[in-house]
T-cell receptor, first 109, second 114 residues
Framework: RKEVEQDPGPFNVPEGATVAFNCTYS??????FFWYRQDCRKEPKLLMS???SGNEDGRFTAQLNRASQYISLLIRDSKLSDSATYLC??????????FGSGTRLQVQP | SAVISQKPSRDICQRGTSLTIQCQVD?????MFWYRQQPGQSLTLIAT?????????ESGFVIDKFPISRPNLTFSTLTVSNMSPEDSSIYLC???????????FGQGTRLTVV
């Protein structure tokens, strides 16, 4: 079983739609959680950290469920510019962060 | 957040040759990380580069194939040795900082081996 699992997609949604991604992690001792965004042929960039109480940044909402070991990202009012791959990232206590394989989002006009 | 300069941004290399990738950080960091990202895949950690000691390699990666230097707290190099087409990939350097150990990346090196 992978340490961090994501639905690869792609998710094809119209502009203005709401879309949600889920991610599960296997190590219950994991301490920090993140969502990264990676555009085609670019490096990953931090989108937001995920806190236990849930957190919101504009159109983006992240939730953490420690009991079920999953993380979610909700994007409201999708824009064309949201098209990218979204990586779920977990700090499992190892030397470096552990990356999921990513979920592709394509927002269509 | 750390600013990381990585070069070259891309290269096309003949099989059997070696390529050295450089990564410069604008602040001192204890650990630097080297990742590989193959087409359509996520990031795979190659090794952790520590200043003053040998790099720590992940399973499946060895020093002879991917020698790493870390001469100071702001710089590291990764060499891809005796390249074959299977080494064609994007290579990324990274540092982690911040209260929640967020990762920051260089721009990546797109390597094609022919």
């Amino acid at each position: 079983r992978k340490e961090v699992e994501q639905d690869p997609g792609p998710f094809n949604v119209p502009e203005g739609a709401t879309v949600a991604f889920n991610c599960t992690y296997s190590n219950s001792a994991s301490q920090s959680f993140f969502w990264y965004r990676q555009d085609c042929r670019k490096e990953p960039k931090l989108l937001m950290s995920v806190y236990s109480s849930g957190n919101e940044d504009g159109r983006f909402t992240a939730q953490l469920n420690r009991a079920s070991q999953y993380i979610s990202l909700l994007i409201r009012d999708s824009k064309l510019s949201d098209s990218a791959t979204y990586l779920c990232v977990v700090d499992t206590g190892r030397r470096a962060l552990t990356f999921g394989s990513g979920t592709r989002l394509q927002v269509q006009p | 957040s750390a600013v990381i300069s990585q070069k070259p941004s891309r290269d096309i290399c003949q099989r059997g040759t070696s390529l050295t990738i450089q990564c410069q950080v604008d602040s001192q960091v204890t650990m630097m990380f080297w990742y590989r990202q193959q087409p359509g895949q996520s990031l795979t950690l190659i090794a952790t580069a520590n200043q003053g000691s040998e790099a720590t390699y992940e399973s499946g990666f060895v020093i002879d194939k991917f020698p790493i230097s870390r001469p100071n707290l702001t710089f590291s190099t990764l060499t891809v040795s005796n390249m074959s087409p299977e080494d064609s990939s994007i290579y990324l350097c990274s540092v982690e900082e911040g209260a929640n150990t967020e990762a920051f990346f260089g721009q990546g090196t797109r390597l094609t081996v022919v």
